[in-house]
């Protein structure tokens, strides 16, 4: 899922290469991708375990048995964790995209100057929501004027972000009784998010993977684990496939 049209440039490019090449073709679900992308880094990584899946498009917190054995436990109610960031860089006058522009303003600036809120916190839901932050963000513009302090205040929004997604990350973990977490997605590759999900897992003796920051973004690996992984279970996909904007989490490998 995602811009078909950007879909259908990769899509007709391995099609193409598939014949050319008398391969065999095996389209891939981008979001699985993601899930597996840790895998990239620690090959050795176990099932079951839980995996926080973040990115600018998506915000799921996804429980692994195996390959096309996913299930959901939650996601944001609204916008994804990605689109808070750049929703909220936006605000601040940064560039795009909004998480690195933020996390780089927000080096050694106080994360604690400008309180901001993490909606649902004390609901028992597992759901993550990140609009109120935006209307937080606008607010705090609105009232500081000039006087505000753009890092403290970029420290601040990476610091509520971070606080919620580690929140719904513990609880979930625990809830489902694994004792491993991973991270994966672009927003992935926020420093503070990975070490505060890092030190937390460490506390509780848990263990927490996530792929390094060039495969957190898209990127071709990603897939081609994923692919590989669906051509050794014996999928082939017909030349009929296409993109498509949205779809559920894929199964397991049809017998």
Request: glycine share 10%.
């Amino acid at each position: 899922p995602g811009l078909v049209g950007a879909l259908n440039v990769g899509l007709t490019a391995a099609k193409g290469l598939a014949y050319a090449l008398e391969v065999p073709f095996v389209a891939v679900h981008h979001l699985e991708g993601h899930l597996l992308s840790p895998l990239l880094d620690d090959p050795d990584l176990r099932f079951p375990h839980v995996c926080l899946l973040v990115s600018g498009g998506h915000t799921e917190i996804v429980r692994l048995e195996g390959l096309g054995a996913y299930r959901l436990l939650a996601q944001t109610r609204d916008d994804a964790a990605g689109e808070a960031f750049d929703k909220t860089a936006r605000l601040l006058g940064l560039g795009y995209p909004g998480g690195a522009a933020i996390q780089e303003l927000a080096q050694g600036a106080n994360p604690e100057r400008y309180p901001l809120p993490v909606a649902l916190e004390k609901e028992e839901t597992l759901d993550l929501s990140f609009s109120g932050l935006k209307t937080a963000v606008l607010r705090l513009v609105e009232s500081e004027g000039a006087s505000l302090d753009k890092p403290d205040a970029a420290a601040s929004i990476q610091h509520a972000i971070a606080r919620a997604l580690v929140l719904r990350g513990m609880q979930a973990t625990e809830r489902e009784g694994v004792d491993c977490l991973t991270l994966a997605g672009g927003v992935a590759a926020n420093e503070r998010l990975r070490q505060s999900l890092a030190k937390e897992c460490e506390r509780r003796g848990w263990r927490f993977r996530t792929p390094s920051a060039e495969y957190c973004t898209d990127n071709a690996a990603m897939i081609a684990l994923a692919g590989s992984w669906r051509l050794a279970a014996g999928q082939r996909s017909g030349w009929e496939a296409e993109p498509e904007s949205t779809a559920p989490l894929p199964g397991p490998v049809e017998s």
